[in-house]
């Protein structure tokens, strides 16, 4: 069978790369949770100091104080404040079941005192099911690092990649870490130098940070701006930050605020490590406020996600292997401007919507008559026969394997769409929390689809196909 519009061998050509990067992008939605989820369930720096009769005997004590420590410091990371305050006691031997395992970061003993610095890992699913038992919500940890770009400000000049910015130094020299989100900083190399420059970064430029997110495998950009001073009157060491989170949604939230500490230039080092960390943080928090779910049991929407051509499918699947929510997008059809997916997700619709906005997708309900039988097609074609499955290699004979089946009479189903980071000035496009759907109040313009590229014709509607919802 031959694609309408396609010369066979370009059609068997789309199919095949379009399988193999299907299969490419169920093996990376996979990946990251595993790679991930050490860290996330993972607490460093647990300071504990235990004297008891002996020295064996204060280790095994500070270990115990430490693992409490952690935990109580793990469910902080994962839940809000007022969640975490609600939750049921929970006895040392039912933290211990939890521990995976725990490693000494530093310690000093003496014959009857432990101090030191440990570092716990904890089960993820145990963890999940005491939070979900008590009803709390929690995060999911981020797919991919954030990139930091440090700017210092100072004397009238915004510096990048110069010598003197020591607010880069305060990122790269030490580590900045974080639970949900890790933190990537960049080289600063001739290749960055090329792409993006203090100005330009402050600017919110769309292309130039997105190259920069490209070239790091970064979810989001975080310019952080620092402008440094020594107060003439009192001899101070000052520091304004100003931060600002983008995803490719646009601008997704910023931070202000200011320092201070007395020993004039000496003083500034302390204030870069001291914001490094409030950015750090600020980072975590909303995180943790966008991707908070109430539960790990997965759900499922038969989705119908439209493009105009291969780079397009290829983008789309990247956005969605950075939704955290997302567990799998398995590929039920595929034709030469259109997939049909089955997403499965966690969390609720809602949830799903606000992760998909950070990644400028959006969930159109679609009328059900228009999407029963099979996959619809663009100015009435008839419509492509299903991806054939794959056995060690790929096969392009559309029509040796049966049709997925369609969605059931009546069932709702979506589309996907893909927008675009339109601005270049830092302003925001970011769409609001949504509520269930449907319908999607509160959505504003920007995440509405972005218009098609030059030269292309959308697919029209069905005959009895409702308009996108507000």
């Given amino acids: 069978m031959v694609l309408p519009g396609v010369r066979p061998a370009s059609a068997a050509l789309f199919l095949a790369v379009g399988l193999v990067a299907a299969q490419l992008f169920a093996l990376a939605l996979a990946a990251p949770a595993t790679a991930q989820g050490s860290d996330v369930f993972t607490v460093r720096g647990v300071a504990v100091d235990v004297t008891a009769d002996s020295a064996a005997a204060a280790r095994d004590s500070a270990i115990v104080a430490g693992q409490r420590k952690a935990f109580d410091q ?29 490693e000494v970061e530093s310690e000093n003993v003496s014959t009857v005192r432990y101090i030191g610095k440990l570092a716990f890992r904890f089960r993820a699913e ?39 910015n020591t607010w880069l130094a305060a990122w790269s020299g030490g580590p900045v870490g974080g639970t949900l989100v890790s933190i990537a900083v960049p080289l600063g190399d001739l290749t960055d130098i090329a792409t ?26 975080v310019v952080a701006e620092a402008q440094a001073g020594i107060d003439a009157a009192t001899g101070e060491a000052r520091l304004a930050l100003d931060a600002r989170r983008y995803t490719l949604a646009g ?24 914001a490094a960390q409030r950015v750090s943080a600020f980072l975590q928090d909303q995180w943790k ?18 493009f105009a051509s291969l780079e397009e499918w290829v983008d789309l699947r990247r956005r969605l292997a950075d939704v955290s929510t997302v567990r799998r997008a398995d590929l039920l059809e595929l034709s030469r401007d259109r997939a049909r997916i089955d997403l499965v997700f966690v969390g609720d619709q809602a949830q799903l919507t606000r992760a998909l906005a950070q990644r400028d997708l959006t969930l159109v309900p679609v009328a059900p008559t228009a999407v029963q039988g099979t996959l619809p097609t663009a100015e009435g074609t008839p419509p492509a026969a299903p991806a054939p499955g794959t056995s060690g290699s790929v096969t392009v004979d559309p029509g040796a394997i049966p049709a997925a089946p369609p969605p059931a009479a009546g069932a709702q189903q979506w589309e996907l769409r893909r927008g675009a980071m339109t601005s270049t000035t830092g302003a925001s496009n970011l769409a609001p929390a949504a509520a269930p759907l449907p319908p999607q109040p509160g959505t504003q313009p920007a995440l509405q689809p972005a218009a098609p590229p030059a030269g292309t014709q959308p697919a029209p509607a069905a005959p009895d196909q409702p308009p996108p919802a507000e």
């Fill in 74 to 102: 793990l469910l902080l990371n994962l839940a809000t404040p007022q969640d975490v305050a609600k939750l049921p006691p929970i006895g040392d031997d039912a933290i211990s079941d939890m521990v995976l395992d725990f």
């Fill in 126 to 164: 145990p963890v999940r099911a005491y939070l979900e038992q008590s009803g709390a919500t929690y995060a999911i940890g981020a797919t991919r690092p954030a990139l930091v770009l440090p700017v210092l400000t100072r004397d009238g000049s915004s510096l990048l990649w110069d010598d003197t």
């Fill in 196 to 221: 993006i420059d203090g100005p330009r970064a402050l600017d919110g430029d769309s292309a130039a940070l997105q190259a920069m997110a490209q070239r790091y495998g970064a979810g989001d950009v």
């Fill in 251 to 274: 601008l997704a939230g910023t931070l202000q605020d200011n320092l201070s500490a007395p020993g004039g230039e000496a003083a500034l080092p302390d204030l870069y490590a001291q």
């Fill in 289 to 306: 406020q966008e991707n908070l779910v109430s539960s790990t049991a997965e759900q499922r929407l038969d989705v119908v996600a439209p």
